[in-house]
């Protein structure tokens, strides 16, 4: 960063030169200059930075900002005096900082080491997916919805299908619906692993970022058997899944589950009482209940605030409801109950697994409906009404008669959802993605405003977003 | 496409279907639906089931005059969760642009899904920013990738697209395009 400091004498001689012609742009730009290098020339910033319409106004101009701080939602901060204006600076984080997990830029205005106003810019990862799926059959559309989300890739083709299913109007076999719960309660577990790595790396405790990664491989590689991917799986899919468990997946799930719990006792161990861990993360952050209905926050980050709400038990989904589970809460919304709850569901979800393990019901993974599942390929060579329905299902797509449908999962950042405009035909009208790491990402300012640099890298961390999510 | 029905008129469908059926209209069972319904008795009503779930939700479509009225009322109601708000673009269809908000109310375990049309002339919806704070990236989001305008917004500016952006690209006459490739007669003699 070639930031230069605001002298006073700097200031003087530009505006001794053209005091009347400086404009408001060309003020800015001068604050751009920098100096060549061991001389006291100044050299015109060429490119300086133009914000455009992202730019951060002064205080009073930027009505947007002071909602988003949350003035005029909740003051649950602090004002504190002002430091003199000279030391107020405005910086850009990202969107290449590491912290930022992704492509995410927060212009923050300092006043030394203290954040008085942050204006979270998004849409460097943004790709059109909602565009490219009114482009995509709704077979093919499962391949696309994995990719925004990219830590919670079950989740999003469980919300996808669930709102096909819905438009279809068919119900699925029992096992379809627990080789959905345990395949996303998997991915769940994987998620707040990563969450548990990058929060401890961002905050300093950096052996966290290789005990987390270590046991998330663990499940990967589970999920890399089952789907033949670690990631963007594409096997939720309308109708079922795209295949059934391999044999044997009960030994890996068992071998995997003490994996996982006994990394997560490690955790734990090392993080709940580190004093260190403690300072950074207590009273850091605070979301309260009100603003997080008001920004649209849920899931842990909500439940951290006290907000008792799951969808897994308010609206289950896929049968969830069969099985024995508790929705941990918070009372700080801090980001060390952001932390402690995730760690909680953590071990629900393991709960909920072992469940499935022991109830897995046997019969088919994916509905008979010929107009939806394809036809096994044995009865292609005997059947010419399923050799039809083959060709039909892979070139044209299921046929999905008109409506709106909403359906909603709990993944692990909040409710993933999917508003989906059908006017018949194999494409969807409209897909809207409703997205968890957005409405966190919107929240950042207040959470952040008025706290240390220190601590904004922390409620960025508790938050978990996924800018793939965010910018779709 | 064979079926030109639009959502609007499957909504008045049964709304027509209802008030066939009988002379009061059918309120829902769940009291603070019913008590929002009650205020707005024009405003075509449905309820839908989710897949694989006992789980339903309601969805009411009212006029652009009552927009904020109604999200105000509803948040009154105890919808005080803000969950989304998106736009559609019905394209051939009258009012041709569809706003819906999505409204959750924690207490009771209800979501409603609000909406209302506006037309290809004038895209303008009153900003719901006074009532939720959270419609302020999703109202941007709207406009950016529909051109829905939100009058009273206070930063009506692009949030996913460059700001120098031509047009609103999830909008049906907005084409999908594509990247021109140029393939050029490969030589190998390095």
Known sequence: MTETPDTTEATETVDDQTPETLGVADERRRRHEIWVSGTEERMPFAAATNEGAQEMLPRDEDPALAIQRGIAVDDDFLEQPRIVDEERQIINMGPQHPSTHGVLRLQIELEGETVRRVKPIIGYLHTGMEKTAETLTYTQGSTNVTRMDY??????????????????????PERADAIRILMTELNRVASHLLFTATMGMDIGALSMMIYGWREREVVLDFFEKVTGLR??????????????????????????????????D????????????????????????????????????????????????????????????DVPTGQHGDVFDRYIVRVAELRESLKIIEQVLDTMPTGDYRTTDPKVTPPPRKRIDESMEALI??????????????????QSVEGPRGEIGCH????????????????????????????????LIADLIAALASTDPVLGDVDR | ???????????QDHAEEAEAASPVRDLPEVPIVASLIESFPDAPFTTAKYASSETVYHKISVPVADWVAFAAEAKDAGFDTFIDLTAIDHFSE???????????????????????????????????????????????????????????????????????????????????GAVPVEFKAGSLDV
């Open chain 1, 420 to 451: 989906l405009v059908s006017k018949g035909g194999t494409r969807p009208w409209r897909m809207h993605w409703r997205a968890p790491s957005f409405a966190a990402v919107q929240a950042l300012p207040a959470m952040m405003s008025d706290s």
């Open chain 2, 1 to 11: 496409m064979a079926d030109d029905r639009t959502q609007i008129d499957e909504v």
């Open chain 1, 389 to 406: 329905h083959h060709f039909k299902l892979f070139t044209s797509g299921i046929e999905v008669p008109p409506g709106t449908a909403y």
């Open chain 2, 94 to 176: 009258a009012p041709r642009f569809e706003v819906a908000l999505n409204l959750l109310s924690t207490g009771d375990a209800e979501r409603i899904i609000i909406s209302t049309r506006v037309p290809y002339d004038d895209p303008s919806v009153p900003t719901l920013t006074d009532v939720f704070a959270g419609a302020n990236f999703y109202e941007r989001e709207a406009y950016d990738l529909l051109g829905v305008e939100f009058s009273g917004h206070p930063d009506l500016t692009r949030i996913l697209m460059p700001d120098d952006w031509q047009g609103h690209p999830l909008r049906k006459d907005y084409d999908v």
């Open chain 1, 266 to 325: 490690e955790y734990e161990e090392l993080l709940n009482e580190n004093p260190i861990f403690l300072d950074r993360t207590l009273g850091v952050g605070v979301l309260t209940p009100e603003e997080c209905k008001q920004f649209g926050i849920t899931g842990p980050i909500a439940r951290a605030s006290g907000i008792e709400w799951d969808l897994r038990k308010a609206m289950p989904y896929s049968g969830i409801d069969k099985y024995e589970f």
């Open chain 1, 151 to 172: 830590l919670s890739p079950f989740f999003n083709e469980l919300a996808f299908s669930l709102t096909v299913e819905q438009l279809l109007g068919i119900d699925l």
């Open chain 1, 231 to 264: 990631m963007n799986h594409n096997y939720i899919r309308p109708g079922g899944v795209a295949a059934d468990l391999p044999d044997g997946w009960q030994d890996d799930v068992v071998s995997l589950m003490g994996v996982v719990s006994a990394g997560v």
